[in-house]
């Protein structure tokens, strides 16, 4: 099994980025890429997609964001340093695919 560098502090880091999200979204805060620029950014919807994971209603969660699938692998390279295949071209094509994604969703939105 592999060693992950610095757990401790990846894990920590996950618990401060996990309660900042709970806490914006108890103030209902708007996101600021629409609230400051009038369109919405690429993540948009990926909160309320989340949510309706919660509740299994994963055709709403694909709705609201579809690229919300790809949150939780891009968690497993944040916590692997990048290194999930043990092959650096198939790593970066994961998430060259997953940011195309993204892109790609983002654009449609706009149009």
Known sequence: ?????????????????????????????????????????????????????????FAAAFNYHPMFWSVPIAYIFFLFDGKVFGKKCLDYAVLILIALGFLINWIAKLW
Do not use: Q
Request: a positive charge; one cysteine or more; charged letters at 20%.
């Open 1 to 57: 099994m592999r060693r992950i560098k610095e757990l401790k502090n990846k894990l920590m880091l996950t618990a401060v980025y996990i309660v900042f999200l709970l806490i914006f979204w108890g103030l209902k805060l708007p996101c600021i890429y629409k609230h400051f620029l009038g369109i919405e950014c690429l993540g948009c919807g990926m909160s309320r997609a989340y949510f309706s994971v919660l509740k299994f209603d």
